[in-house]
């Protein structure tokens, strides 16, 4: 017989950093290591682009803070959602970053395109490329942590 859930009952989730230190010390060389060498604008973009898409309250509160922190402005984190409708006001290569970020967040959509990766190839080094490519990835990782144990942000004074 299956038990079923009261769907108005609060599940406790995982403190799934408390129990798996080594998660977390993993996600965090990988998210430094994917930083390297990257403009910290096109780091957090691809964090938030990424983090919309997924969903991911606490990670949206922590890169939208940290952009602002950087100095990013509040109509372009307003704009992020709707980047390839907001003319010039992300670059090229922002934009690039973007559209592969999209690309890699949605695999639902079948692989990356050639277009997309072209796009990315031609406003990117080899090492940035990578780079974007392996910070895209590393955020999806840690969306996907958050979504299951549902890692919710505090609340900023």
Request: hydrophobic content about 45%.
């Amino acid at each position: 017989m299956t038990q079923t859930l009261d769907p108005a009952a609060i599940v406790d989730r995982l403190k799934i950093y408390k129990v798996s230190p080594g998660l977390y010390d993993a996600m965090m060389t990988l998210s430094s290591t994917a930083s390297e060498d990257i403009d910290p604008t096109i780091g957090e973009l691809v964090k938030i682009r990424a983090s919309q898409m997924n969903r991911c309250a606490f990670c949206l509160d922590m890169h939208t803070h940290d952009a602002r922190q950087n100095g990013e402005t509040e109509q372009r984190l307003s704009l992020i959602a709707a980047w390839e409708e907001a003319g010039d006001l992300f670059t090229e290569q922002e934009q690039a970053a973007l559209a592969l970020t999209e690309a890699v967040t949605d695999l639902s959509r079948g692989p990356v395109s050639d277009a997309v990766y072209a796009r990315a190839a031609a406003a990117f080094t080899e090492r940035e490329l990578g780079q974007v490519i392996s910070m895209a990835v590393t955020i999806n990782a840690w969306n996907r942590i958050n979504a299951v144990v549902q890692a919710v942000p505090s609340r900023r004074r």
